[in-house]
């Protein structure tokens, strides 16, 4: 199973509402809780699994423009690190791993940095966020996917709890 559903809400704690809190945690973290809950109950039935959870950077080192995005992917890296130590312990040969993207080049980046921009250059605010990348340039879906295809697949049979950062050196700074 790939959890791979998100939204994100641009505000800092001040400006976000209660609703929009809970939207962002509706589907980010509620939606991940539910998803590995029930992958879990139909793996054990089959033999065992691979759960990856789609995390981000953000759930790791915070931004003070996304509280309640931050906060989902937080409580979803911790989430699937507890399920992965209760699969572990009862031998259900269930694996769960996260994958912590940074900026990925996608619609969702673009639309946080048009809003970002405020009506100013979204072309110069891209390549500001690509300046904050050792690698000097964002990620590529296929980044993300092939981090996937390797959680997913026999090759990581001895991974479970882990966390695969795909962020162009972004966290390591």
Known sequence: LVNNAGVGAGKNIEEIS???WRWVMSVNLDGVFLGTKYAIEEMKRTGGGSIINLSSIE???GDSRMVAYDSSKGGLRTLSKSAALHCA???YNIRINT????F???AMVRGFLKAQAKGGNVETAYKALEALHPLGHLGEP???AYAVLYLASDESKFATGSELVIDGGYTAQ
């Open 59 to 61: 759930g790791i080192v």
């Open 104 to 106: 990925i080049d996608t």
């Open 142 to 144: 296929s980044d993300v």
């Open 89 to 91: 312990k009862r031998g």
């Open 99 to 102: 994958v912590h993207p940074g």
């Open 18 to 20: 209660f609703e929009e």
